[in-house]
Nanobody, 124 residues
Framework: QVQLVESGGGLVQAGDSLRLSCAAS????????MGWFRQAPGKEREFVAA????????DYADSVKGRFTISRTNAKSTMYLQMNSLKPEDTAVYYC?????????????????WGQGTQVTVSS
């Protein structure tokens, strides 16, 4: 089993930056692709970004490309999401996720482990 814990959310103004962290414990995840998703009130959980186990392959949703950066440090079993130029529409609960097998994917159901989420609120 893998446990994932997100942190770093908060209330910021439009244009500000935040860095989310996802700490993994339990079975090693250094060989697993991981990702970030978000869910706004009344909406389905949507893909934000994903990263390969080695950290050299990444994928981003069009809505965050150029503003968000995903990274990971396998030695620390931690994944990050640097969010710059935040917009009110980025307001959501952000979740980190990890896969048992396979590479990058945007498909929510292909992830096997999930964190509890961290709230990000961007005011205009």
């Amino acid at each position: 089993q893998v446990q994932l814990v997100e942190s770093g959310g908060g209330l910021v103004q439009a244009g500000d930056s935040l860095r989310l962290s996802c700490a993994a414990s339990g079975r090693t995840i250094s060989n697993n692709a991981m990702g970030w998703f978000r869910q706004a009130p009344g909406k389905e959980r949507e893909f934000v970004a994903a990263i390969t186990w080695g950290g050299f392959g990444t994928d981003y949703a069009d809505s965050v490309k150029g503003r968000f950066t995903i990274s990971r440090t396998n030695a620390k079993s931690t994944m990050y999401l640097q969010m710059n130029s935040l917009k009110p529409e980025d307001t959501a609960v952000y979740y980190c996720a990890a896969k048992n097998f396979g590479g990058l994917t945007r498909v929510r159901t292909e992830y096997d482990y999930w964190g509890q989420g961290t709230q990000v609120t961007v005011s205009s």
